[in-house]
């Protein structure tokens, strides 16, 4: 009862500040209000950005551009549509232009993109190392990682995957001896507990990726994947055991599987990855503020 009461304050709270930055926005006329959540972003965040067109029955979806790359937007009640637009720790701090267009005038809006410091792990890799990691997994994980559905399952903030304690958090940086490796970030959280551990889904959403190590994933080991909706997906690996099958629907809490040390793995542990349209982001907001 009491996290059914904190949700709905959670959702309330969510839309006054949401509400409140219609009115700062739409002071002038415009084709679309449009607001952007959080308003101070750091590297790592999800940016929902909602537009509301100031046509009743607009034809044309709004699309987000943001440094060249479009972003889907999706109906949300009220004529209003969102697009969510993902951060990492490899993003340029700073000025992010945010351009809204349909079937009016283009709108620019500009959002400031807070820098972030990560934690730094120094790795010693030894000579003729060989990379693990097979076709038929890379390709798999990729097509996962593609999907974008219209529509949303998830529902409030997400659940802990695993009552495991966090051993890696998101957006750790790394050097392989001694020199800093620019493109790799922790892209995820591990939670490290007891092989067979259960594993939980963090959100409700359809199982689109089930791999075992039997099949090639040498390097994820067995893995889960989740769609939870319009480009949102999450991706569980190292699993010691897979209790869901590829098309299965699963609710937010659900055991999927357990924990493991399968694939690249040092000792048991659950990685969980939070993709939004392509982009590993941060599940710490998603976990606790919740997007709508
Ligand atoms: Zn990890």
């Known amino acids: 009862m009491a996290n059914i009461r904190r949700r709905e304050l959670l959702a309330s709270l969510f839309l006054a500040s949401g509400w409140a930055a219609w009115e700062f926005t739409s002071k002038a006329a415009h084709a679309y209000d449009v607001a952007i959540a959080p308003t101070d972003p750091q590297l790592g965040d999800t940016l929902s950005v909602v537009v509301r067109p100031n046509t ?15 972003y889907r937007s999706f109906p949300l ?16 701090p700073g000025r992010l232009v945010i351009r809204v267009s349909g079937e009016e ?20 890799l030894p000579p003729n190392r060989r990379d693990l990691g097979t076709d038929y997994e890379f390709d798999r ?27 890696s958090e998101y957006g750790i940086r790394r ?21 067979g551990s259960p594993v939980v889904a963090p959100a409700a959403g ?5 791999g075992r190590v039997a099949d090639g994933f040498e390097l994820h080991g067995n893995t889960v994947g989740i769609d939870h909706g319009q ?43 939070l993709y939004v349209n392509g982009v590993a982001v ?11």
């Open 56 to 70: 009743p029955t607009p034809s044309v979806v709004p699309t987000v551009t943001v440094n060249d790359i479009a």
């Open 77 to 92: 009640s009220g004529n209003r549509f969102r697009a969510l637009v993902p951060t990492n720790p490899l993003d340029t």
């Open 105 to 124: 005038t283009t709108r620019n809006l500009a959002v400031g993109l807070r820098n972030r410091t990560f934690r730094t792990q120094r790795i010693t």
């Open 141 to 167: 994980v990729g097509q996962f990682k593609a999907i974008v559905s219209p529509e949303r399952y998830w529902n409030g903030p997400m659940v802990r995957p695993s009552q495991g304690r966090v051993s």
């Open 175 to 195: 050097y392989y001896n001694g020199v800093f490796a620019e493109n790799y970030y922790h892209r995820g959280v591990d939670y490290a507990a007891g092989t």
């Open 206 to 210: 359809y199982i689109r990726l089930v």
């Open 231 to 273: 480009g949102v997906l999450s991706i569980m690996i190292h699993l010691s055991r897979v209790d869901v099958n590829e098309g299965d629907f699963v609710s937010a809490g659900q055991v999927i599987g357990g924990i493991g040390s399968t694939g690249a793995a040092t000792g048991p542990h659950l990685h969980w990855g």
């Open 282 to 292: 941060d599940p710490v907001p998603w976990r606790f503020a919740g997007i709508e």
